[in-house]
């Protein structure tokens, strides 16, 4: 019988929505701005696919909120091979729950989480364990990961039902957090994890580095900045090429957090998402957005300010695309990712979407989650 197991980060991702661009160290500080954990309904998502396979398999997991809260929801057979001593999970416990995977032996760990829990499960398991997980953090830029947890759970119910899937070498990287919030990358490669390869479910390591198109970026800038209607808010999000149109406005610019931008100044910067609610509540509003190189994603990556509350509230019709063509052609014909969290907002938001490449220059571009 095939034997799978699991293991939920619980506190992944807490800091996403509240702009603190991650939650290594900043549980207190998540939880004192309002953040809702959602680490257990990500990997609900991933689960759920599984109830329908008519081939049975064992759940492996952790006690608690580490695995057994959820798989008992679900109904899920399960075994509990790991209890951690306190109800406040910590790096130790996913680390000693990923040895005692290892030890009891499973065909598939999936766990729940971002790139610091990336790095606990290959420090303890490295390429012996084949590994997928379920995006969970605010900051993914290991290949290890579905593109969603949908498609995550849509290759574990492959490698149950008996599908052969090649297996291929997945980097973990993660970054120094604390120069993250001050608008610095600093990516660490930290090893690499066996995966099952599916390039359709499974992400792309990102892609670093600097636009080397300096004159692309300048000509998508002209246009944004020349489409730009007084009295109308811009919600300015992160990334290098929307950076550039804040450069080509003289403003100052939050690189990994969202900017509201009105009349040619800057009125907000690095939000979170109820600040951003409060602030465009019943005016009209602009969202200019970029896709992450090499990946592909437009929402749910390193910008979860920008909420499925959010983005109904600034309106589907309302939201600009830009990014160079040579950055759509790294994609290599893959569709643009919407992972939101929001089922119904991703189906809206699929379909094919204009994208600024350049002044007055578009292209047409699909949006289209695998499910």
């Given at each position: 019988?095939?034997?799978?197991?699991?293991?939920?980060?619980?506190?992944?991702?807490?800091?996403?929505?509240?702009?603190?661009?991650?939650?290594?160290?900043?549980?207190?500080?998540?939880?004192?701005?309002?953040?809702?954990?959602?680490?257990?309904?990500?990997?609900?998502?991933?689960?759920?696919?599984?109830?329908?396979?008519?081939?049975?398999?064992?759940?492996?997991?952790?006690?608690?909120?580490?695995?057994?809260?959820?798989?008992?929801?679900?109904?899920?057979?399960?075994?509990?091979?790991?209890?951690?001593?306190?109800?406040?999970?910590?790096?130790?416990?996913?680390?000693?729950?990923?040895?005692?995977?290892?030890?009891?032996?499973?065909?598939?760990?999936?766990?729940?989480?971002?790139?610091?829990?990336?790095?606990?499960?290959?420090?303890?398991?490295?390429?012996?364990?084949?590994?997928?997980?379920?995006?969970?953090?605010?900051?993914?830029?290991?290949?290890?990961?579905?593109?969603?947890?949908?498609?995550?759970?849509?290759?574990?119910?492959?490698?149950?039902?008996?599908?052969?899937?090649?297996?291929?070498e997945g980097e973990v990287m993660d970054i120094d957090e604390a120069a993250f919030r001050e608008g610095r990358v600093r990516a660490r490669h930290y090893g690499q994890l066996k995966v099952p390869g599916d390039l359709r479910y499974v992400q792309a390591v990102k892609q670093g580095g600097r636009e080397s198109e300096e004159l692309v970026l300048e000509e998508i800038a002209a246009e944004i900045v020349e489409q730009m209607a007084p009295d109308t808010l811009y919600l300015m999000g992160s990334g290098g090429t929307v950076a550039a149109c804040m450069a080509h406005l003289g403003l100052e610019n939050s690189l990994?957090?969202?900017?509201?931008?009105?009349?040619?100044?800057?009125?907000?910067?690095?939000?979170?998402?109820?600040?951003?609610?409060?602030?465009?509540?019943?005016?009209?509003?602009?969202?200019?957005?970029?896709?992450?190189?090499?990946?592909?994603?437009?929402?749910?990556?390193?910008?979860?300010?920008?909420?499925?509350?959010?983005?109904?509230?600034?309106?589907?019709?309302?939201?600009?695309?830009?990014?160079?063509?040579?950055?759509?052609?790294?994609?290599?014909?893959?569709?643009?990712?919407?992972?939101?969290?929001?089922?119904?907002?991703?189906?809206?938001?699929?379909?094919?979407?204009?994208?600024?490449?350049?002044?007055?220059?578009?292209?047409?571009?699909?949006?289209?989650?695998?499910?």
């Amino acid at each position: 019988m095939f034997r799978l197991g699991v293991i939920i980060n619980p506190v992944a991702g807490i800091g996403g929505q509240v702009a603190l661009k991650g939650s290594d160290g900043m549980l207190a500080e998540a939880l004192a701005r309002g953040a809702v954990p959602r680490a257990n309904e990500r990997a609900r998502l991933a689960l759920q696919p599984l109830l329908a396979l008519s081939r049975p398999f064992e759940v492996v997991t952790v006690a608690g909120e580490m695995g057994e809260r959820l798989v008992t929801e679900l109904g899920l057979s399960h075994t509990i091979i790991y209890r951690p001593a306190a109800p406040q999970t910590t790096p130790e416990d996913t680390r000693a729950a990923a040895r005692r995977m290892l030890e009891t032996g499973v065909d598939l760990l999936l766990f729940a989480g971002g790139d610091g829990t990336a790095r606990d499960i290959c420090a303890e398991v490295g390429e012996r364990l084949h590994v997928l997980g379920i995006p969970a953090g605010c900051k993914i830029h290991s290949g290890v990961y579905g593109v969603t947890p949908q498609a995550s759970g849509r290759v574990a119910a492959r490698m149950i039902e008996g599908e052969l899937l090649s297996l291929m070498e997945g980097e973990v990287m993660d970054i120094d957090e604390a120069a993250f919030r001050e608008g610095r990358v600093r990516a660490r490669h930290y090893g690499q994890l066996k995966v099952p390869g599916d390039l359709r479910y499974v992400q792309a390591v990102k892609q670093g580095g600097r636009e080397s198109e300096e004159l692309v970026l300048e000509e998508i800038a002209a246009e944004i900045v020349e489409q730009m209607a007084p009295d109308t808010l811009y919600l300015m999000g992160s990334g290098g090429t929307v950076a550039a149109c804040m450069a080509h406005l003289g403003l100052e610019n939050s690189l990994l957090g969202v900017d509201l931008v009105e009349n040619g100044r800057l009125i907000g910067q690095d939000l979170g998402a109820r600040e951003i609610l409060t602030r465009i509540q019943g005016r009209r509003c602009q969202l200019i957005v970029t896709l992450i190189g090499g990946q592909g994603h437009l929402f749910g990556r390193g910008n979860q300010q920008l909420s499925p509350e959010v983005i109904r509230a600034v309106g589907l019709d309302n939201i600009q695309i830009v990014a160079s063509k040579r950055k759509l052609a790294l994609l290599d014909g893959r569709p643009l990712l919407v992972d939101t969290g929001d089922e119904g907002l991703d189906r809206a938001l699929c379909g094919y979407r204009r994208i600024i490449t350049g002044y007055r220059d578009q292209v047409i571009y699909p949006v289209a989650n695998p499910q």
